[in-house]
């Protein structure tokens, strides 16, 4: 059944975020699942961040034509990047054996790319679509910045992984529309349970 990728799904912050929560309910063993087993979803992805990352893409659209040829790429970087940002955000440091996993893999997403990438243009200005792989690599990289680092959150309702951008830092939910009303709507059920079973 293909997936719908919608707004919510987009709630990462960072490409990179975005694709490492394509695995759903991360951790919890009997329910995860990916929505990339279905490689063709890798194109169909793909398609939707390019609208929905437009500013961090700076407008350029991606490319998966072929999203069984750069499954395992795809994969390789969004697993690498999961471990190190999901244990930078518990232990509050960057463990220093997961960095070459990401640096490999990003390698490969990068490798035989003609991309001339700049400060002013991290994903290249070319006029034809930037492979998707090649976009992925770039973006997990860029977390590595030490703001962004320190803005790396766990959604407590979700698991996914995003960047907190509000102003002072404490924002709680990936997507407060989605995540945040689920939490209101248990503690209100929780209390109002208490309640009878007090009455």
């Known amino acids: ?4 990728w919608i707004q919510h799904r987009f709630s990462g912050g960072a490409l990179a975020l975005d694709t490492t929560n394509t695995v759903v309910l991360r951790g919890d063993a009997e329910r995860s699942f990916d929505r990339f087993d279905d490689p063709v979803e890798i194109g169909r992805f793909a398609e939707a961040a390019s609208g929905f990352r437009a500013d ?3 407008g350029r659209t991606l490319a998966a034509p ?15 990047t999961d ?3 999901r244990r930078s955000v518990v232990d ?3 463990a220093a054996a997961d960095m070459p996993g990401l640096l490999n893999a990003c390698a490969d997403g990068l490798a035989g790319s003609r991309e001339s990438l700049s400060a002013a243009a ?12 090649a976009a992925l690599a770039v973006s997990a990289l860029s977390l590595l910045s030490a703001d962004t680092m320190s803005r790396l959150r ?15 830092g404490s924002r709680l939910w990936c ?19 208490q309640e009878v079973a007090n009455a």
């Open 154 to 168: 766990i959604c407590p309702n979700c698991n996914w992984l995003f960047v907190d951008r509000s102003r002072n």
């Open 92 to 94: 509050g440091v960057l």
């Open 175 to 193: 997507d407060m529309a989605v995540c945040g009303n689920r939490q209101k709507a248990r503690r209100h059920y929780s209390r109002r349970k």
């Open 83 to 85: 471990r190190l940002m």
């Open 66 to 80: 072929d999203p069984h040829a750069i499954a395992g790429k795809v994969i390789a970087i969004r697993e690498a």
């Open 122 to 133: 991290p994903f290249g200005a070319a006029p034809e679509p930037l492979a998707f792989e």
């Open 1 to 4: 059944m293909a997936v719908s």
């Open 56 to 58: 961090e893409l700076k």
